[in-house]
Nanobody, 126 residues
Framework: QFQLVESGGGLVQPGGSLRLSCAVS????????IAWFRQAPGKEREGVSY????????DYADSVRGRFTISRDNANNTVVLQMNSLKPEDTAVYYC???????????????????WGQGTQVTVSS
């Protein structure tokens, strides 16, 4: 069974860093486009970052560009989201999601992803 499991969330002070991991099991990561989404209380789920297959360029939401870095390790079936310079507005539950879709599609569309992890809480507070 194809599954995604996130880890690495927690409580961090503003300006700090966290490293989220998404472990893929039951299939090969190399086949899938992977994205990180987040959902804050009372808000809609939003795309944070995206790593497509076939070596194409990653992408980021404007709100995290320059602070977050996504990377994929196909050999170990893991996708990592390195989050630096964290702000209170980054507080949310973070989800990784897997899909397979053409590059012309906007990666932020939730219905493009067929498999989701359970989420990991990130809280940025002093």
């Amino acid at each position: 069974q194809f599954q995604l499991v996130e880890s690495g969330g927690g409580l961090v002070q503003p300006g700090g860093s966290l490293r989220l991991s998404c472990a893929v099991s039951g299939d090969t990561l190399d086949y899938y486009d992977i994205a990180w989404f987040r959902q804050a209380p009372g808000k809609e789920r939003e795309g944070v970052s995206y790593t497509p297959t076939n070596g194409r360029r990653a992408d980021y939401a404007d709100s995290v560009r320059g602070r977050f870095t996504i990377s994929r390790d196909n050999a170990n079936n893991t996708v990592v989201l390195q989050m630096n310079s964290l702000k209170p507005e980054d507080t949310a539950v973070y989800y990784c999601a897997a899909g397979s879709f053409p590059s012309w599609q906007s990666w932020t569309k939730i219905p493009l992803y067929s498999v989701w992890g359970q989420g990991t809480q990130v809280t940025v507070s002093s």
